[in-house]
């Protein structure tokens, strides 16, 4: 591998590599960029203004992260996926900005068979030793919490949460402000702004009302999800018949309408 490399200070034509550092020299890498010790950077990778590899990380493949991303020591980013299908396709790995990538880290390009893209949006915090498999698709304002495991082909919507050491099944969708507590198993989709947690086995316990005050959800579009989870989980009535009995209500609220066509489009079945 070619290398660049520069001690010296930042300036407007020259990021701040550190001597120790392997850069290849078609890697595309902004001017206001920093990276520490003994990082590599690969021939197809294009990092965005003020990104940072802390030291030690590796950013492979056909790989682009936009600007003010943040990669700690030992993340290893954009190497092919591990797929015995894959054989050595262009395929890619993109990831948005200000996302914050701590220790151990894996993220993996796709696949052909799964579009060829694994996608990172944006404001995520991907905490240490969390992997994330090939044509994933993480959305904006994620956390994936310490050593969470997302097999391929995960949706993980805006705002939610997977805590620590989850186990994510391939194909599996987890709906947007929903929280899953440490620890749990999930082989089916999980409710939009649901909690769901294992005790003995998984189940969706109910509204993350905290999560969603916090977010600056009104009393008023609460109050119609909490009557929705409600009947869902809490009536006597099956899915067909709880999402029936929803609609025939009318004036449902945009969450409520989000909540039904989630549920009336899962593959694998949502977790209730």
């Known amino acids: 591998m070619a290398a660049r ?23 595309k890498v902004a001017s206001s960029c920093r990276i520490g010790p003994y ?48 054989a050595g396709e262009e395929t890619r790995l993109e990831i948005g900005d200000h996302n914050v990538i701590r220790e ?4 993996h390009r796709g696949t052909a068979g799964g579009g060829g893209i694994t996608r990172i949006g944006s404001h995520n915090l991907i905490m240490a030793y ?3 498999a090939h044509d994933c698709r993480i959305c904006d304002h994620v956390i994936l919490a310490n050593a969470a495991t997302l097999g391929g082909h995960v949706t993980v919507e805006d705002w939610a949460m997977v805590s620590a050491l989850c186990p994510i099944h391939q194909y599996v969708r987890i709906g947007t402000h929903a929280i899953i507590g440490g620890g749990t198993t999930i082989t089916q989709d999980v409710l939009p702004f649901s909690r769901t947690a294992a005790a003995r086995d998984t189940h969706a316990y109910g509204l993350n009302t905290v999560g969603l005050e916090r977010r600056g959800f009104s009393p008023q579009r609460i109050r119609k999800l909490h009557h929705a989870f409600k009947v869902l989980l809490a009536s006597k009535l099956n899915t067909s018949q709880a999402l029936a009995r929803l609609k025939a209500e ?6 409520v309408r989000r909540l039904i066509e989630f549920i009336e489009s899962s593959e694998r079945g949502a977790i209730k």
């Open 5 to 27: 490399s520069s001690s010296g200070p930042e300036t407007a034509a020259c990021p701040r590599i550190h001597p120790t550092a392997l850069v290849h020299e078609r890697a």
């Open 39 to 86: 990082c590599t950077v690969g021939p197809h990778v294009e990092l965005g203004e003020d990104c940072e590899l802390v030291s030690h990380a590796v950013v492979d493949g056909w790989t682009r992260l936009g600007a003010h991303n943040r990669v700690f020591p030992f993340a290893s980013i954009g190497l092919a996926p591990q797929d015995l299908k894959y």
């Open 104 to 107: 151990g880290v894996t993220l």
């Open 130 to 132: 969390v992997h994330v």
């Open 250 to 255: 009318g004036d449902l609220g945009d969450d």
